[in-house]
């Protein structure tokens, strides 16, 4: 576990690593552990059970879902963004509106 907590350098993967030796080493609660690293204690069993599941490469695994597509496109989506900027610019001088 030492090991791999120098081999991984992103404070992601650190930060799961981590709580993975502290539930080994049995230094805190799992409350203990989400109020140490500012997480909810939810995520503490989700990271746990990604280590059961599929080791070290299960919980370094991230899942990118991706963006939607858009629904409106084109000339329709510009006109829309125009609109949207000018009730804003009118209304609550707020930023310009992004689709």
């Not at 500012?38 to 059961?52: C, L, M, N, T």
Request: charged share 30%.
């Amino acid at each position: 576990m030492e090991a791999a907590l120098k081999m991984y350098t992103k404070a992601w993967q650190q930060q799961r690593l981590l709580v993975i030796r502290m539930i080994a080493r049995h230094e805190m609660s799992v409350q203990q552990i989400a109020e140490y690293l500012g997480v909810a204690r939810s995520r503490i069993f989700v990271w746990r059970d990604k280590f059961e599941e599929g080791g070290g490469a299960g919980l370094l695994k991230r899942e990118y879902r991706g963006f939607r597509t858009p629904l409106i496109k084109g000339e329709l989506q510009k006109e829309l963004i125009e609109g949207c900027n000018g009730l804003c610019k009118v209304h609550c001088n707020a930023r310009p509106a992004r689709l």
